[in-house]
């Protein structure tokens, strides 16, 4: 079955950087597009970024654009989020998701917080 285990979240400051990972297991990882999700408190969960198979292309929401690199290692079966100049609105809990599977992990909590 499908696992996602989201790590390296954690505190920051406003302008700090932090650099998200999702192992995942159970499927081909090189056969699907994978992507990073957030739901903050009390709003709806948000696509954030997406990357291709290959890694050779990726799309992001507009308020992390230029902040934010989606990634991949097809042979570690992982995908990456580097988030820089952090601001308090990226506080949220950070999800990966394949394709378009139901399966989410746990997620990892992001707090930019002075």
């Known amino acids: 079955q499908v696992q996602l285990v989201e790590s390296g979240g954690g505190l920051v400051q406003p302008g700090g950087s932090l650099r998200l990972s999702c192992a995942a297991s159970?499927?081909?990882?090189?056969?699907?597009?994978m992507s990073w999700y957030r739901q903050a408190p009390g709003k709806e969960r948000e696509l954030v970024a997406t990357i291709t198979t290959a890694g050779r292309g990726t799309n992001y929401a507009d308020s992390v654009k230029g902040r934010f690199t989606i990634s991949r290692d097809n042979a570690k079966s992982t995908v990456y989020l580097q988030m820089n100049s952090l601001k308090p609105e990226d506080t949220a809990l950070y999800y990966c998701?394949?394709?378009?599977?139901?399966?989410w992990g746990r997620g990892t909590q992001v707090t930019v917080s002075p």
């Open positions: 159970g499927f081909i990882f090189s056969n699907y597009f």
């Open positions: 998701r394949v394709g378009v599977r139901p399966e």
